[in-house]
């Protein structure tokens, strides 16, 4: 891969992490419009690295909030007594199906999951579940705050 591949996916990988659309699948369709092939999985995620690393430094009030509630709560043996802690323990349980779900996957997540066919269907076909959970989302934050 050339330099300016490389700082062009950089871009695109930039550009669309943040916003609601796959950056990995951008990743995947834009070398290959480009004619440049696919990058590979070890490519996809190690330019993930940085957005990784942007997310932590511009969250890391929060995630050393988080963790503190996480051994405030282990400390006082009541995990889930605090908001902070409670909020810790489900991002622990929210992450764990999909870490099994990466590892019994790793061969297809690395070969046929990157087929163009399955990456292009996957950008258009959620589109209205993702529609239709957001729209979930923003009434259930309208009861909360109207609870409150």
Do not use: N
């Not at 916003?19 to 995947?28: F, K």
């Not at 988080?66 to 709560?73: K, M, W």
Request: glycine share 8%.
């Amino acid at each position: 891969m050339s330099i300016i591949e490389a700082i062009v996916l950089g871009v695109v990988q930039g550009l669309t992490e943040f916003i609601p659309v796959s950056s990995t699948a951008h990743l995947e369709i834009v070398p290959t419009l480009l004619g440049w092939g696919d990058p590979g999985a070890a490519f996809s995620a190690v330019i993930q690295v940085g957005t990784l690393l942007a997310a932590l430094i511009y969250f890391a009030k929060d995630i050393l909030r988080l963790i503190a509630g996480f051994f405030r709560g282990l400390a006082s043996r009541r995990p889930l007594a605090d908001t902070d802690s409670r909020e810790a323990w489900l991002v622990i349980i929210g992450t764990i199906p999909i870490g099994i779900l990466g590892l019994l996957l790793k061969k297809h997540i690395e070969s046929t999951f990157r087929g163009l066919w399955v990456v292009s269907t996957m950008v258009i076909v959620p589109e209205p579940a993702t529609r239709l959970w957001a729209i979930v989302a923003v009434v259930a934050d309208w009861c909360l705050r109207r609870r409150r």
